[in-house]
C-alpha cells in the first residue's frame, strides 16, 4: 500500500470523525432550541408572570436568562444592556438599588411595560410564523433580542444572526447585494 493511499485513507478518517462531532454538536444544539420552546411555546408568552420573564432574579429558567445563556449556543448576545429585553430586574449605572428597570417606549409603569414587552413578542411570533418582514422589521423589541427569538422559534426560517453589518458582510463575502436596509431581508437573501 503507498504512503500516498494511506495519508488519503487517515485524511477521509479525520473527516469523517470531524462531520460525526458536528452532526453531534448541531444534534446538541438543536435539543437546547427544542427545549426552550417546549418550556416557552408562543402561546405561553401572554400569561408570564414578570418574574418568570425577567433577568436578574436569580433564576436560571425565566425567559430572557434562557435566550441570552442557555441558549448562547445558538448566538451570543451578551454584552448588549439588559435593556434589549425591554424590562429586567438590576441596576443601572451609578443608580445601585436593584429594582425592575423598563425601557421607556413600552410605556411608563413595570406594569405596563411588562403587558407591552409580551404582546410585542407575541406580535413577533405570529409575524415570524408568517414571513412577515415589515412587521418584523418595525418591531419595538431590539434588534438583537429580536433575531434571537426568530432563529430560536424558528430555526429553519431564521439565522441566528443578529447584527446587519455581520449580514452585509456575508452578503459581501457571497457577491451578493440586497437593497433593503432590513435585517429581514438581508437574512432572506443570505438563506
Same mark, same amino acid.
Given at each position: ?18 462531520? $460525526?462531532?458536528?452532526?453531534?454538536? =448541531? ?9 426552550? #420552546? ?14 418568570? *420573564? ?10 430572557? %436568562?434562557? #435566550? ?31 429594582? %425592575?428597570?423598563?425601557?421607556?417606549? %413600552?410605556?411608563?409603569? #413595570? ?33 438583537? =433580542? ?7 422559534? =424558528?430555526?429553519?426560517? %431564521?439565522?441566528?444572526?443578529?447584527? #446587519? ?7 459581501? $463575502? ?9 435585517? *429581514? ?7
Amino acid at each position: 500500500m503507498s504512503s500516498q493511499y494511506k495519508d488519503l485513507e487517515f485524511k477521509i478518517k479525520a473527516f469523517d470523525l470531524e462531520l $460525526e462531532d458536528r452532526d453531534k454538536e =448541531f444534534k446538541k444544539k438543536r435539543r437546547l432550541q427544542k427545549a426552550f #420552546v417546549a418550556d416557552f411555546p408562543p402561546s405561553s408568552i401572554p400569561t408570564l408572570k414578570l418574574d418568570d *420573564y425577567v433577568l436578574g432574579k436569580g433564576s436560571k429558567n425565566s425567559f430572557c %436568562y434562557r #435566550v441570552e445563556t442557555g441558549l448562547i449556543e445558538l448566538g451570543n448576545m451578551k454584552g448588549a444592556t439588559s435593556f434589549k429585553f425591554g424590562i429586567y430586574f438590576g441596576k443601572k449605572g451609578e443608580d445601585v438599588v436593584k429594582k %425592575y428597570r423598563f425601557s421607556k417606549k %413600552y410605556g411608563n409603569s #413595570v406594569q405596563i411595560a411588562f403587558k407591552n414587552v409580551t404582546e410585542e413578542i407575541k406580535r413577533l411570533i405570529i409575524a415570524g410564523k408568517q414571513n412577515d418582514g415589515e412587521i418584523i422589521s418595525k418591531s419595538k423589541i431590539a434588534p438583537l =433580542f429580536r433575531y434571537k427569538l426568530l432563529g430560536s422559534y =424558528f430555526p429553519d426560517k %431564521y439565522l441566528n444572526l443578529y447584527s #446587519v453589518d455581520h449580514a452585509d458582510y456575508f452578503l459581501s $463575502e457571497l457577491g451578493l447585494f440586497v437593497e433593503q436596509k432590513s435585517l *429581514y431581508y438581508k437574512q432572506k437573501v443570505l438563506i
